[in-house]
């Protein structure tokens, strides 16, 4: 069952690696200190990923003045998103949830990733966004089924707006 908006956000506590190494990132650490804004994505060195998180870190200020952090999540090694990061200069910050945890937390983890042609990774992320607000709350949610499309980004920025 996915999250819904007027829920509590589910905490995590998930690795990210940076210049000193890996660190880990708990979203309730974060809870409070800006408005959050969650992005699952099936898997690193894809197409609409990339397009995704590329055009995200491109227009990164439009988050940071609605006093936003955006966090990208897949279940790729912390390494393999790091690899990803530098050849495609992705800025945001990167979370691996290898063991598909978080993505059952927030009710976007595929039983069975494309399907049609037999492909059975199981907790793959379905490309997702979360708003959460300063309290925890989640003010905005949107799943997507099919992994090419993405969300709708104007309205993750009204969610916002509206905080």
Request: net charge negative; proline share 5%.
């Amino acid at each position: 069952m996915s999250i819904n908006v007027g829920d509590k956000a589910p905490d995590f506590t998930l690795v990210t690696k940076t210049a000193e190494g890996p660190q880990l990132v708990k979203l309730s650490d974060l809870i409070g200190k800006s408005n959050i804004v969650l992005l699952f994505v099936p898997m690193a060195f894809t197409g609409v990923c990339t397009t995704e998180f590329c055009e995200i870190s491109a227009g990164i200020k439009d988050y940071e003045t609605l006093d936003a952090k955006v966090l990208g999540i897949s279940g790729d090694n912390p390494f393999a998103q790091a690899a990803w990061a530098e050849k495609e200069g992705i800025t945001i910050p990167l979370l691996s949830d290898y063991e598909h945890e978080v993505a059952k937390a927030y009710g976007v983890a595929y039983e069975q990733f494309l399907p049609a042609v037999n492909l059975i990774m199981g907790g793959v992320a379905k490309r997702s966004a979360f708003v959460i607000d300063k309290n925890g709350i989640v003010k905005y949610a949107e799943v997507q089924e099919h992994p090419k499309d993405l969300p709708n980004f104007d309205a993750v920025k009204d969610a916002l707006r509206a905080l």
